[in-house]
């Protein structure tokens, strides 16, 4: 780093990427909606620490996620659809940085924080006498790592694995007029590329 460079450092950063995630993993649960991938994206709010062999990074994290769906049939009397939508996280991470080379350098950390969506549940058929509309929310936490490359003293691209979880909550429905409690939860393996601007009020261009 330039011997100008203080060894605190403000950043911003827009992320996107893809999830490939699972809701109501429940064993024997009906509402199983198996592994697919959805977008993701979101930004941070952070503040770098800058070490003699990297940084150490602690930021806020907001992201939403496209809709997670599923649809079983019944042998020709009807199906049901199960879908998680409007998925947020607010998140407190940590990480840490690790630059052996000049421009290129690893990271790895984690954060928690809280999640939610609307677990929504309808059908077709028989199963129009099931049905379920309720926003859910509860802890969550990530824990992952990647590669960064230092574009200039201000801008960083990287690209990283994460595995994010919301730990299971209790949605209501209605079978038939009576209402029923079902559980419901959230968890994918991420796959995110993110761009960082520090100081971004300040010139950017490398020296």
Not at 30 to 45: H, Y
Not at 123 to 136: H, I, K, M, R, Y
Not at 153 to 165: E, I, K, M, N, P
Not at 170 to 179: K, P, R, V
């Amino acid at each position: 780093y330039g011997g100008d460079e203080t060894n605190r450092q403000f950043y911003v950063a827009g992320i996107i990427g893809a999830d490939f995630a699972t809701l109501d993993k429940v064993p024997g649960n009906p509402t199983n909606v198996p592994n697919q991938s959805i977008f993701t994206a979101g930004g941070t709010l952070g503040m770098r620490f800058l070490r003699d062999n990297g940084a150490v990074r602690l930021e806020f994290e907001g992201r939403g996620r496209d809709q997670v769906l599923d649809t079983a049939d019944f042998a020709g009397v009807g199906s049901i659809t199960t879908s998680g939508t409007d998925g947020w996280s607010a998140m407190v991470n940590v990480w840490r940085d690790y630059q052996p080379f000049d421009r290129l350098g690893l990271y790895a950390g984690g954060g928690i924080g809280g999640g939610g969506y609307r677990s929504v549940i309808s059908g077709t058929g028989l199963g129009e006498f099931v049905s379920a509309n309720d926003p859910v929310s509860n802890f969550a936490w990530q824990a992952g790592g990647g590669v960064f490359y230092e574009i200039s003293q201000r801008a960083t691209l990287d690209l990283g694995y994460r595995f994010f979880s919301i730990s299971e909550s209790t949605a209501s429905g209605e079978f038939f007029g009576t209402s029923f409690d079902y559980p419901t939860n959230f968890a994918a393996s991420e796959l995110l590329l993110t761009f960082r601007i520090y100081e971004p009020f300040r010139g950017w261009r490398r020296r």
